[in-house]
Protein backbone atom coordinates (compact mmCIF):
# COMPACT_ATOMS: atom_id res chain seq x y z
CA UNK A 1 0.00 0.00 0.00
CA UNK A 2 1.27 3.76 -0.75
CA UNK A 3 1.37 5.84 1.94
CA UNK A 4 0.49 9.43 2.97
CA UNK A 5 1.72 12.34 5.45
CA UNK A 6 -1.16 14.13 7.21
CA UNK A 7 -0.24 17.85 8.03
CA UNK A 8 -2.05 20.17 10.05
CA UNK A 9 -3.32 22.85 7.83
CA UNK A 10 -5.75 24.64 9.68
CA UNK A 11 -6.80 24.04 13.49
CA UNK A 12 -8.63 21.42 13.36
CA UNK A 13 -8.26 20.22 10.02
CA UNK A 14 -5.59 17.78 8.47
CA UNK A 15 -4.40 17.28 5.17
CA UNK A 16 -3.78 13.85 3.52
CA UNK A 17 -0.58 14.41 1.10
CA UNK A 18 0.06 11.20 -1.07
CA UNK A 19 3.99 9.57 -0.73
CA UNK A 20 3.28 8.08 -4.20
CA UNK A 21 7.25 8.17 -5.47
CA UNK A 22 9.99 4.96 -5.86
CA UNK A 23 12.74 7.30 -4.79
CA UNK A 24 13.97 9.21 -2.15
CA UNK A 25 11.42 12.43 -1.43
CA UNK A 26 13.39 15.17 0.25
CA UNK A 27 11.54 16.14 3.30
CA UNK A 28 13.42 19.19 4.00
CA UNK A 29 13.15 21.77 6.76
CA UNK A 30 14.92 24.72 7.33
CA UNK A 31 15.50 24.29 11.01
CA UNK A 32 17.20 20.98 9.57
CA UNK A 33 19.48 23.45 8.80
CA UNK A 34 20.52 22.06 5.08
CA UNK A 35 20.27 18.47 6.39
CA UNK A 36 17.67 17.01 5.16
CA UNK A 37 15.25 14.41 6.63
CA UNK A 38 14.33 12.13 3.95
CA UNK A 39 11.66 9.00 3.26
CA UNK A 40 12.83 6.12 1.34
CA UNK A 41 9.74 3.59 0.21
CA UNK A 42 11.84 0.36 0.33
CA UNK A 43 11.98 -1.82 -2.88
CA UNK A 44 9.89 -4.70 -1.65
CA UNK A 45 6.45 -6.19 -2.34
CA UNK A 46 5.34 -4.49 0.53
CA UNK A 47 6.33 -0.91 0.45
CA UNK A 48 7.63 -0.61 3.55
CA UNK A 49 8.46 3.51 4.12
CA UNK A 50 11.46 4.51 5.88
CA UNK A 51 12.23 7.59 7.55
CA UNK A 52 16.13 8.66 7.61
CA UNK A 53 17.76 11.61 9.63
CA UNK A 54 21.06 12.86 10.33
CA UNK A 55 22.16 11.59 13.83
CA UNK A 56 21.21 14.42 16.06
CA UNK A 57 18.77 16.45 14.10
CA UNK A 58 16.17 16.50 16.51
CA UNK A 59 13.76 14.61 14.57
CA UNK A 60 11.58 11.93 16.63
CA UNK A 61 8.85 9.11 15.78
CA UNK A 62 6.37 8.46 18.23
CA UNK A 63 8.39 10.28 21.11
CA UNK A 64 11.78 8.83 19.94
CA UNK A 65 15.04 9.75 18.29
CA UNK A 66 15.81 7.82 15.41
CA UNK A 67 18.08 4.87 16.51
CA UNK A 68 21.40 5.09 13.95
CA UNK A 69 19.05 7.55 11.92
CA UNK A 70 16.68 5.52 10.51
CA UNK A 71 13.24 3.98 11.49
CA UNK A 72 10.58 1.71 9.56
CA UNK A 73 7.05 3.83 9.71
CA UNK A 74 4.25 2.33 10.43
CA UNK A 75 0.24 3.50 9.98
CA UNK A 76 -0.25 5.95 12.54
CA UNK A 77 3.11 7.13 13.20
CA UNK A 78 3.67 10.57 14.64
CA UNK A 79 6.49 12.62 13.42
CA UNK A 80 8.28 15.04 15.11
CA UNK A 81 10.16 17.37 13.18
CA UNK A 82 13.09 19.11 14.70
CA UNK A 83 11.05 22.95 14.74
CA UNK A 84 8.43 21.02 16.70
CA UNK A 85 5.97 20.37 13.76
CA UNK A 86 3.90 17.43 14.49
CA UNK A 87 3.18 15.06 11.09
CA UNK A 88 1.77 11.80 11.06
CA UNK A 89 2.12 8.73 8.65
CA UNK A 90 -0.46 6.68 7.50
CA UNK A 91 -0.81 3.40 5.31
CA UNK A 92 -4.31 4.43 4.45
CA UNK A 93 -5.51 5.10 0.59
CA UNK A 94 -8.80 5.49 -0.50
CA UNK A 95 -10.45 2.66 -2.30
CA UNK A 96 -10.22 2.69 -5.86
CA UNK A 97 -10.21 0.48 -8.96
CA UNK A 98 -7.13 -0.88 -10.35
CA UNK A 99 -6.07 -3.92 -12.19
CA UNK A 100 -5.49 -6.78 -10.29
CA UNK A 101 -1.74 -7.13 -9.67
CA UNK A 102 -1.65 -11.19 -9.43
CA UNK A 103 0.06 -12.44 -6.42
CA UNK A 104 1.41 -15.60 -7.20
CA UNK A 105 -0.84 -17.85 -6.91
CA UNK A 106 -5.08 -17.84 -7.10
CA UNK A 107 -6.49 -15.25 -5.30
CA UNK A 108 -10.42 -15.68 -4.77
CA UNK A 109 -13.08 -12.21 -3.80
CA UNK A 110 -14.54 -12.71 -0.72
CA UNK A 111 -17.93 -11.69 -1.59
CA UNK A 112 -18.58 -13.45 -4.72
CA UNK A 113 -16.28 -16.62 -4.25
CA UNK A 114 -14.97 -16.46 -7.81
CA UNK A 115 -11.25 -16.16 -9.19
CA UNK A 116 -9.95 -12.41 -9.73
CA UNK A 117 -7.84 -12.88 -12.39
CA UNK A 118 -4.74 -10.45 -13.22
CA UNK A 119 -5.69 -7.48 -14.91
CA UNK A 120 -8.91 -7.78 -13.63
CA UNK A 121 -10.46 -3.87 -12.52
CA UNK A 122 -10.52 -4.62 -8.96
CA UNK A 123 -10.58 -2.87 -5.14
CA UNK A 124 -8.04 -3.61 -2.37
CA UNK A 125 -9.71 -2.65 1.07
CA UNK A 126 -7.84 0.18 1.77
CA UNK A 127 -7.47 -1.51 5.65
CA UNK A 128 -4.22 -1.74 6.12
CA UNK A 129 -5.24 -4.88 8.75
CA UNK A 130 -7.80 -6.31 5.47
CA UNK A 131 -6.13 -5.03 2.36
CA UNK A 132 -8.20 -7.74 0.27
CA UNK A 133 -9.01 -7.65 -2.82
CA UNK A 134 -12.66 -7.08 -4.23
CA UNK A 135 -13.74 -7.54 -7.98
CA UNK A 136 -15.57 -4.44 -9.05
CA UNK A 137 -16.14 -4.33 -13.47
CA UNK A 138 -19.42 -4.87 -15.10
CA UNK A 139 -21.91 -7.30 -13.37
CA UNK A 140 -19.63 -8.28 -10.68
CA UNK A 141 -19.62 -4.89 -8.43
CA UNK A 142 -18.33 -7.23 -5.42
CA UNK A 143 -16.29 -4.07 -3.69
CA UNK A 144 -19.39 -1.40 -4.01
CA UNK A 145 -22.19 -4.12 -3.95
CA UNK A 146 -22.31 -3.80 0.08
CA UNK A 147 -22.37 -0.89 2.60
CA UNK A 148 -18.55 -1.86 3.64
CA UNK A 149 -15.58 -4.59 2.80
CA UNK A 150 -16.70 -8.32 3.08
CA UNK A 151 -14.03 -9.37 5.11
CA UNK A 152 -14.39 -5.93 7.52
CA UNK A 153 -15.84 -2.80 8.39
CA UNK A 154 -14.37 -0.22 6.08
CA UNK A 155 -16.90 1.65 4.11
CA UNK A 156 -16.61 0.42 0.50
CA UNK A 157 -17.06 3.79 -1.30
CA UNK A 158 -14.98 4.43 -4.06
CA UNK A 159 -12.18 7.53 -3.66
CA UNK A 160 -12.78 8.74 -0.13
CA UNK A 161 -10.63 10.61 1.74
CA UNK A 162 -8.70 9.01 4.47
CA UNK A 163 -10.93 7.88 7.35
CA UNK A 164 -8.11 8.35 10.21
CA UNK A 165 -7.20 11.71 11.38
CA UNK A 166 -4.40 12.58 14.26
CA UNK A 167 -7.14 13.74 15.86
CA UNK A 168 -8.82 10.45 16.51
CA UNK A 169 -6.39 9.98 19.25
Known amino acids: MGGRLLLQVAPDTWGAFPLDMDKCSAFAQ ?29 AKVNGEALFLGIHALRDKDEIR ?36 TDGTPSVRCPNPKCGIWHHEEGDMN ?21 LWTPEMC
Not at 82 to 94: A, C, E, I, K, N
Request: with cysteine.
Open 142 to 162: CWTYGAHCALCEHPSDLDTEV
Open 30 to 58: KSCEGDGIFLVQAQRPDAVWLMMAPPGSG
Open 81 to 116: LPDGQRVFFSTQDPAHVQPFPGIGHAAFCPRCKQEI
